[in-house]
């Protein structure tokens, strides 16, 4: 394995955490009206490969790949051999074979991206492995703290809502607390892992016992796909405890800074009202993102 991989944040430095996302500062706008497309990845070729459904993460990582003048195949698993019975690794191989240097990828098992790792001479990004990590998610929600607050040591972070299957979570907790964060994190006792302290994490049960001390709050989805039933009542009833509306964002600090990985569930999550309202960065967090990928994908091909 090199360092090139990224497979999660656990085990980055808090230095090389930072260094990504001061290249990410750097790559801000890139190839987006006005400013020009730059050639750090010229001569590269990227493989999205992707086994679950996304949105924002595939797109961004195939514009950060173009927007730096890499090649970028796409694939996903939908419509492909996988049906036929061809394995992960021998199709991720096939795939490298045809002169791929990066591979990003999702996968419904934690622990996808670190087998390619074994088995790749490519380098690998995880965009996302089961319920374990999301890095480049973490990061972007963090250098998207960093520019709204000018800093992430010493802010209290609340993480929302399903902190058992979400991907986002655990990467947000490594990366958060390295940088010197604290990290809050708030959900039904169904949906907080036992011994989630042992991460260096605070854990509450009721988002109005932490909206009055949180600098930034992170409201992550319910991840239904990967839900046992009867982890909590009802849709309704989470919302009600954990949902961030308009009168929660008033009893919150004035500046309070939400975030959210998308996609939202308007209602559930989050209001409408709130969602789309001068505390929300999350269509800045989008944008954030695509700065990041850059900044990963350069290092994960080796041209720092
Ligand atoms: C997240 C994911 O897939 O883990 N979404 C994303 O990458 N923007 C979060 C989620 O699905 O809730």
């Not at 797109?59 to 939908?78: K, M, N, P, W, Y």
């Not at 600090?253 to 009202?273: C, F, H, M, Q, S």
């Not at 309202?277 to 091909?301: C, F, K, N, T, Y």
Request: charge should be positive; glycine fraction near 10%.
């Amino acid at each position: 394995m090199t360092d090139r991989h990224l497979l999660g944040l656990e085990h980055q430095s808090a230095e090389g955490i930072s260094a990504l996302l001061d290249a990410a500062e750097g790559m801000l706008g890139v190839g987006t009206a006005g400013n020009p497309k730059r050639s750090d990845l010229a001569g590269i070729c990227v493989a999205n490969i992707f086994y679950e459904p996304s949105t924002r993460t595939r797109i961004s990582f195939g514009l950060a790949a173009r927007r730096l003048g890499a090649d970028v195949v796409d694939f996903t698993s939908s419509g492909s051999s996988v049906g036929k019975g061809e394995s992960f690794i021998d199709t991720a191989r096939n795939i490298e074979a045809m002169g791929v240097d990066v591979v990003v990828v999702r996968h419904a098992s934690a622990g996808a991206p670190h087998l390619l790792a074994n088995h790749l001479k490519a380098a690998v990004v995880n965009a996302g492995d089961g319920a374990h990590e999301h890095p480049t998610q973490a990061l972007l929600d963090m250098l998207t703290i960093r520019r709204r607050k000018g800093r992430i040591a010493g802010l209290t972070v609340g993480l929302v809502g399903d902190i058992l299957h979400s991907r986002v979570a655990r990467s947000n907790i490594h990366g958060l607390t390295k940088l010197g964060a604290k990290v809050i994190v708030c959900g039904p006792p169904t949906l907080v892992p036992a011994g989630v302290e042992s991460l260096g994490v605070r854990v509450a049960h009721r988002l109005d016992d932490i909206l009055q001390e949180c600098d930034v709050l992170n409201l992550l989805r319910i991840q239904f796909e990967r839900q046992r039933t009867g982890l909590f009542p009802s849709v309704n009833e989470y919302a009600r405890l954990f949902a961030m509306t308009g009168e929660r964002v008033r009893k919150a600090r004035p500046d309070v800074l939400l975030l959210a990985p998308g996609p939202i569930n308007r209602g559930v999550e989050i209001t409408p009202d709130v969602a789309d309202g001068p505390h929300s960065a999350i269509l800045e967090q989008v944008d954030h993102g695509l700065a990041v990928r850059m900044a990963v994908l350069r290092r994960a091909a080796g041209r720092n």
